[in-house]
């Protein structure tokens, strides 16, 4: 696949690795942006407060498929009932969102887990298959949570959950599995 990456810090630049070495064209776009015409894939890498700004910066983005790995930290602006809603407006295609839930800093310890720790998704319907092969080819296994309304307001208010986790244990994996799986 092609991939455009914009943001290119610990998420954006740790996912254009691991794509890369599972065979992707990947394309890094930073602060000063860029063109994502052709990409198959768009995925969305930069502080919520940022993305207007961020893709703005962007050609070439209508309609693309599009993977939101945002956090919210502060307060919504309540414009959209999520930052993927938000992401949605500019774009205006499918739209996921992933990769939020993981720890950038454990993505050089993902080969080395027994199994793929669990990236969990929201997202429109067509948007799912392109989602569910790159969380696969970053090797993590992908865990519906279902659409991208309310899926993905769902996984924005879980981050501070993530976070109260985190201050006692540091970044961590999750594994989600039926029983007998795990
Ligand atoms: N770190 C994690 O473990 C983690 C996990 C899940 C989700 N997230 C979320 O993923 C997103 C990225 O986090 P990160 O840790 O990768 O952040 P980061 O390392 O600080 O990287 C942020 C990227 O966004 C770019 N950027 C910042 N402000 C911008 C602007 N106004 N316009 C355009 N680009 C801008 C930065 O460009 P420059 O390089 O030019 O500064 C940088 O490439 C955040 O929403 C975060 O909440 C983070």
């Known amino acids: 696949m092609r991939i455009t990456v914009v943001g290119r810090g610990r998420v954006g630049g740790g996912l254009a690795r691991l794509w890369t070495d599972a065979g992707h064209t ?36 209508s309609g693309r498929t599009t993977i939101d790995a945002t956090n919210i930290y502060r307060e919504r602006d309540g414009s959209f009932p999520s ?8 774009v205006g295609g499918p739209t996921a ?14 080969p080395a887990q027994r199994v793929g720790p669990s990236a969990l998704f929201a ?4 948007a ?9 080819d970053a090797g993590l296994d992908p865990v519906l949570i279902g659409d991208l309304d309310p899926g993905a ?13 985190a201050a006692h244990m540091g970044p961590f994996f999750t594994r989600y599995a039926p029983p007998g799986e795990l």
């Open 153 to 165: 307001r769902l996984l924005e208010d879980s981050s501070g959950l993530t976070r109260a986790i």
């Open 128 to 136: 799912r298959g392109i989602t569910e092969q790159l969380i696969r």
């Open 26 to 61: 990947v394309t890094a776009l930073g602060r000063d942006g860029g063109d994502a015409t052709g990409a198959d894939a768009v995925l969305v890498a930069v502080p919520g407060r940022a993305i207007a700004e961020a893709l703005g910066r962007v050609s070439g983005l």
């Open 97 to 110: 969102k992933s990769f939020s839930t993981v720890f950038a800093t454990t993505y050089e310890r993902i």
């Open 83 to 90: 930052l993927s809603h938000q992401i949605k407006s500019i």
């Open 123 to 126: 997202c429109d319907p067509e």
